[in-house]
């Protein structure tokens, strides 16, 4: 069982940055692919991005390419998203997720953590 914490959401003006973290515990984090998603009021969750387990691939939805950046560190157990130029679309609950596949799916994903919320005011 792996228990996920993000933390870093907070409110930025549009153009600004934040950087979300993603601390798992309970597993062996460097088996696990991690994707970022997010879901803004009265929308569907939505796929932001996703890393293999050695930093190695990575794919993010079309929105956000060029904007934000997935890492990870496995000795740390943790995996970042860092959003830049971010606009009011951005604005949404982002979850982090562990899984077995570089999926854009969400149902490929076992391990969910609460969330944490952006906002970004125009």
């Known amino acids: 069982q792996v228990q996920l914490v993000e933390s870093g959401g907070g409110l930025v003006q549009a153009g600004g940055s934040l950087r979300l973290s993603c601390a798992a515990s309970g597993g062996t984090f460097s088996r696990y692919v991690m994707g970022w998603f997010r879901q803004a009021p009265g929308k569907e969750r939505e796929f932001v991005a996703t890393?293999?387990?050695?930093?190695?691939?990575?794919r993010y939805t079309d929105s956000v390419k060029g904007r934000f950046t997935i890492s990870r560190d496995n000795a740390k157990n943790t995996v970042y998203l860092q959003m830049n130029t971010l606009n009011p679309e951005d604005t949404a609950v982002y979850y982090c997720a562990a899984g077995s596949y570089l999926s854009a799916y969400d149902g490929h994903y076992a391990y969910w953590g609460q969330g944490t919320q952006v906002t970004v005011s125009s």
């Open positions: 890393i293999n387990w050695s930093n190695s691939g990575t």
